[in-house]
T-cell receptor, first 115, second 113 residues
């Protein structure tokens, strides 16, 4: 149990275009999901907290108009990178916390490359 | 907000030796401290975790200790094997269950045979 999926697993896009990444909790309901970004050889940096039915909470320094987060249901959160630039190229990982405990369940990640 | 420091950044050991990775946290309200192993291009994999009401937890070759007063926690791996080679991250979260994890910068562990 506690499986989180992400789609796509990798994507290449041109500079200036937008990319949507989906994060789904497959066998549990997630009232809260988190989005992280990981650059090569670096740690996971929290970008935002996504709450079902309400606006996301962004970490300092993360542009909310550039990284659009929608959590329309208890099993789906989406991250849209708008007007992507090469510096947005990174590994994006979502996680979901069930209501029963502290542990978080990570998606497999999405490798975004902006050319 | 929470800040997690992790040391060392790289660690090389011989097969069979022990490895210790240390982390400190800043938020005294933090009460959950997991450790993750991450292989290149993969998601972090939880290897052990500890809550603030416990001082030590062990699972076969892996153990974690927590000192709440000093706000630090450590990962201990005994009898290391080459397959233990990976990047290890500590993390902390505060308040109630379901809050975001704040990660340390990671330790690259290399186990040579």
């Amino acid at each position: 149990g506690a499986v989180v999926s992400q789609h796509p697993s990798w994507v290449i896009c041109k500079s200036g275009t937008s990319v949507k990444i989906e994060c789904r909790s497959l066998d549990f309901q997630a009232t809260t999901m988190f989005w992280y970004r990981q650059f090569p050889k670096q740690s996971l940096m929290l970008m935002a907290t996504s709450n079902e039915g309400s606006k996301a909470t962004y970490e300092q320094g993360v542009e909310k108009d550039k990284f659009l987060i929608n959590h329309a249901s208890l099993t789906l959160s989406t991250l849209t990178v708008t007007s992507a630039h090469p510096e947005d190229s990174s590994f994006y990982i979502c996680s979901a916390g069930g209501t029963s405990g502290y542990e978080q369940y990570f998606g497999p990640g999405t490798r975004l490359t902006v050319t | 907000g929470e800040n997690v420091e992790q040391h060392p950044s790289t660690l090389s050991v011989q097969e069979g030796d022990s490895a210790v990775i240390k982390c400190t946290y800043s938020d005294s309200a933090s009460n959950y401290f997991p450790w993750y192993k991450q292989e290149l291009g993969k998601r972090p994999q939880l290897i052990i975790d500890i809550r603030s009401n416990v001082g030590e937890k062990k699972d076969q070759r892996i153990a974690v200790t927590l000192n709440k007063t000093a706000k630090h926690f450590s990962l201990h791996i005994t009898e290391t094997q080459p397959e233990d080679s990976a990047v290890y991250f500590c993390a902390a979260s505060s308040k109630q269950a379901g809050t975001a994890l704040i990660f340390g910068k990671g330790t690259t562990l290399s186990v040579s045979s």
